[in-house]
C-alpha cells in the first residue's frame, strides 16, 4: 500500500499565483498541489496536501502525522520565523519533515534567515521555487523506506 505523506503549507501561500510573482513565481497552490500529487502517485507516495493561515492548525496536523502519515513536507511560511509551536510539534511527531521555501530565504531578509523547524527538519529546500517540493517528495520517499 501507498505510504502516506502530509504536504502542509502555512500562511498565505493560498495567495500563490495572484500576487507578487516575482519572488514566489507564477504558479498557484493549487496547481502545485495537483503536481504533488501526481510526483506523489508516481513515487508510490499517497499525498494529502494542506493549506492553513492559522499556527495551532499547523500543530494539529503535525499531530496527527504522528498516526496518520509516514512523513511531512512543510512549508511553513512566515510561522517558520517564529513558532516554538511548530518546532515542539516536529519535535515530538517523530516523523521525518522536509523544510520547503520557494524563495532563498537566506537572499531576503534577515528575519527570513532563521527557522525555528530547521534544527528540527530532516532536510531543508530553498529557493527552487515549486520544483522544491517535489525534490522533498523524493527525499521522503527514500527516508520512508531507510525507515526514516
Ligand atoms: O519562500 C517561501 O516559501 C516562504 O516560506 C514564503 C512565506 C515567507 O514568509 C517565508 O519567509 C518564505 C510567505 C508566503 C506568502 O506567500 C504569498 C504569495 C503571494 C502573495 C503574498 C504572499
Known amino acids: 500500500m501507498a505510504a502516506t505523506v502530509f504536504?502542509?503549507?502555512?500562511?498565505?501561500?493560498?495567495m500563490l499565483g495572484l500576487r507578487e510573482p516575482s519572488i514566489y513565481g507564477g504558479k498557484s497552490l493549487k496547481e502545485i498541489g495537483e503536481d504533488c500529487v501526481a510526483a506523489g502517485g508516481a513515487l508510490g507516495?499517497?499525498?494529502d496536501f494542506r493549506q492553513?493561515?492559522?499556527?495551532?492548525?499547523?500543530?494539529?496536523?503535525?499531530?496527527?502525522?504522528?498516526s496518520g502519515a509516514e512523513g511531512i513536507?512543510?512549508?511553513p511560511g512566515a510561522y517558520t520565523h517564529t513558532s516554538v509551536a511548530i518546532h515542539d510539534a516536529i519535535r515530538a511527531a517523530g516523523?521525518?519533515?522536509?523544510?520547503?521555501?520557494?524563495?532563498n530565504i537566506f537572499?531576503?531578509?534577515?528575519?527570513?534567515?532563521?527557522?525555528?523547524?530547521?534544527?528540527?527538519?530532516?532536510?531543508?529546500i530553498c529557493g527552487l521555487g515549486p520544483k522544491g517540493y517535489i525534490l522533498a517528495l523524493d527525499a521522503l520517499k527514500h527516508m520512508i523506506a531507510k525507515g526514516g
Open 52 to 66: 492553513t493561515n492559522h499556527e495551532g492548525v499547523l500543530v494539529d496536523w503535525i499531530q496527527e502525522a504522528a
Open 45 to 47: 507516495l499517497s499525498v
Open 95 to 103: 516523523r521525518p519533515v522536509i523544510e520547503v521555501h520557494l524563495s
Open 73 to 75: 513536507v512543510m512549508n
Open 107 to 124: 537572499a531576503r531578509e534577515a528575519f527570513r534567515h532563521h527557522s525555528y523547524v530547521s534544527p528540527v527538519a530532516a532536510g531543508v
Open 7 to 14: 504536504v502542509l503549507n502555512g500562511p498565505n501561500l493560498n
